[in-house]
């Protein structure tokens, strides 16, 4: 065969050579050491767990080291592709702070390795796969649907492995008087890898997660260009990394079985390979058994719930450096209070066989976390996921600032800080109570009351509340109204004689607290009141006592 006529028969307009290509894409100047890493995400408009976590895992390896970080768009797929795909993927990544320093974006792609966008790198696949033509590496293969199904039927009878390959591959010997005549009748083709890889053969190889792995060759001779001229996800990640000086790639485990056509199709293009890091997928459990996180079934496997639920973004970036590096948890005990940056990220520390994703040990970092937040902060992040999903109660929120900032004050900043928020979607349920236009009272009492006795505990409070009171004044006041009503003011009181009293403090204390905020559950009763100021605790007080 000719492979020089085939090359030209095949890329008539291909007028570039590679070395022209390569000469576009120099060398990075970096430092030592430095990771160019990338994100090549497709744009299906679905974005998981999954892609944050090989995301995170990239970014980490680039920017700790002094390298690149960039998002290229895998596009080749047209018929997976989404409106608006690629703005979700820009956005996600961004939401969850990962800093591209090149690549696709959303008015304008930036950097020097582009274009970023594979749809637009037709005609450099094109070069390159021209090359493998000429090398007798790549032919042209006509095979119709009719034909594949035929060749599938005869390796069931004959218990032959599935697919195109060896003697089954009915083009790969086709002679160039025929491929001119079908390419002149326009019969569509796609370009095949000539492989000459044979499964028995094993090669050695080291994934920076899994570590050392015998893989069998590819016999494979698989499409590198479809019928249309797009390249597959195969052919079109080789060179693009090799051109974009990719030093690491990260992506999803389910590329390991394909492995060995990347390793040969570096191998045959001339050039070395990345280093390569195969996430396994998130597991969870489900009653005893552990299964992967499912799309159908699980919620929380994609990245829109996060906000959709209002987990602030360092929760799960915390939860997630947790169950990426198994040391992370240690480091964080010694370094309580250092931005997470400062922790070092090691592949080495990854778990090879599927990380378990607990949400219940998500909401409990995430409660730690805000707990120790400021007020300012609290309120800022929450205003913010209210402005997006609540504006209702971001109207309230906002209208005063510093009432809200108060309201979030409650119990901060103690040794020991109040834990009620997990999302911000609870800070309404939180502070509803606060705002009158929200304020939606249910009486329930302490049953061991009886109703004169909380009416009277009611009216007598209106008359004793002093807004100057402290804490203990406050409270001082709660005993003696107790004391005086045949309640128990000290609770150890009633313990020791309990035949004695109708109740003790707590109960006395109970009543108020749901007159003034219509709950039994509530942050510490002189916060609420002295927040709410005297003539709302006495509206609250009447209100009460009408209801
Ligand atoms: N487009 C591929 C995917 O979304 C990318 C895999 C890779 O990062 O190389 O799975």
Not at 131 to 159: H, I, W
Request: net charge negative; aromatic share 10%.
């Amino acid at each position: 065969m000719d492979n020089l006529a085939l090359a030209q028969l095949l890329f008539p307009d291909v007028a570039d050579t590679p070395d022209q290509i390569e000469a576009r894409y120099p060398d990075r100047s970096l430092p030592d050491g430095a990771r160019v890493t990338r994100m090549a995400p497709s744009p299906t408009g679905f974005m998981h767990l999954g892609n944050l976590l090989a995301a995170v895992t990239a970014e980490r390896l680039a920017h700790q080291s002094g390298g690149v970080f960039f998002l290229r768009i895998e596009d080749t797929d047209q018929k997976r592709e989404v409106e608006g795909g690629v703005e979700a993927i820009i956005s996600a990544f961004d939401s969850f702070r990962l800093n591209f320093d090149e690549g696709a974006g959303v008015s304008v792609d930036t950097g020097n390795y582009g274009p970023y966008r594979q749809r637009q790198r037709a005609g450099i696949y094109h070069i390159f796969a021209k090359k493998l033509v000429e090398a007798g590496c790549a032919y042209p293969c006509f095979c119709t649907e009719a034909e594949l199904e035929d060749m599938r039927n005869r390796q069931s009878a004959e218990k032959a492995n599935f697919g195109y390959y060896g003697k089954w591959a009915l083009y790969r010997d086709c002679g160039l008087d025929v491929i001119h005549e079908k390419l002149n009748s326009g019969e569509p083709y796609v370009l095949r890898l000539r492989s000459s890889g044979d499964p028995s053969r094993k090669f050695r190889f080291t994934d920076l997660v899994k570590g050392k792995m015998e893989l069998p060759e590819n016999d494979m001779d698989i499409v590198l260009l479809k019928s249309d001229g797009i390249p597959t996800y195969h052919f079109a990640h080789a060179v693009d990394d090799h051109l974009m000086k990719t030093t690491h790639v990260v992506r999803g485990d389910e590329w390991l079985a394909t492995l060995p056509v990347h390793v040969q199709l570096f191998e045959m293009l001339g050039w070395k390979h990345p280093e390569y890091l195969h996430i396994a997928p998130l597991m969870k459990m489900d009653g005893s058994s552990k299964r992967k996180l499912s799309k159908r079934h699980d919620p929380e496997l994609a990245l829109d719930y996060y906000d959709e639920q209002g987990y602030p973004v360092d929760s799960v970036l915390e939860y997630l450096f947790t169950i990426l590096n198994s040391n992370f948890e240690q480091w964080r005990t010694q370094n309580p209070l250092s931005p997470i940056g400062e922790f070092e990220f090691t592949a080495a520390k990854m778990s090879a066989s599927g990380a378990l994703f607990d949400i219940a040990k998500l909401n409990d970092v995430s409660k730690n976390l805000v707990s120790r937040m400021t007020a300012d902060r609290v309120f800022d992040q929450a205003a913010d996921w209210c402005s997006r999903h609540d504006s209702e109660f971001h109207a309230l929120l906002t209208l005063d600032p510093a009432y809200s900032k108060s309201i979030f004050a409650i119990g901060r900043g103690a040794a020991k800080p109040r834990r009620d928020i997990t999302v911000w979607r609870d800070v309404r349920g939180y502070m509803d109570f606060f705002f009158d236009e929200l304020f939606c009272p249910e009486y329930e009492y302490p049953t061991n009351v009886s109703e004169d006795d909380r009416k009277e505990i009611i009216k007598r409070y209106q008359t004793i509340y002093n807004s100057a009171d402290d804490q203990s004044a406050w409270f001082d006041r709660i005993k003696a109204l107790a004391g005086e009503l045949g309640f128990a003011p000290e609770t150890k009181l009633y313990k020791a004689d309990p035949d004695s009293y109708k109740g003790h403090v707590g109960d006395v204390s109970m009543v108020i607290r749901v007159a003034v905020s219509g709950r039994q559950n509530s942050p510490d009763m002189f916060d609420v009141m002295r927040i709410l100021g005297p003539e709302r605790v006495a509206e609250r007080l009447n209100k009460a006592l009408m209801a």
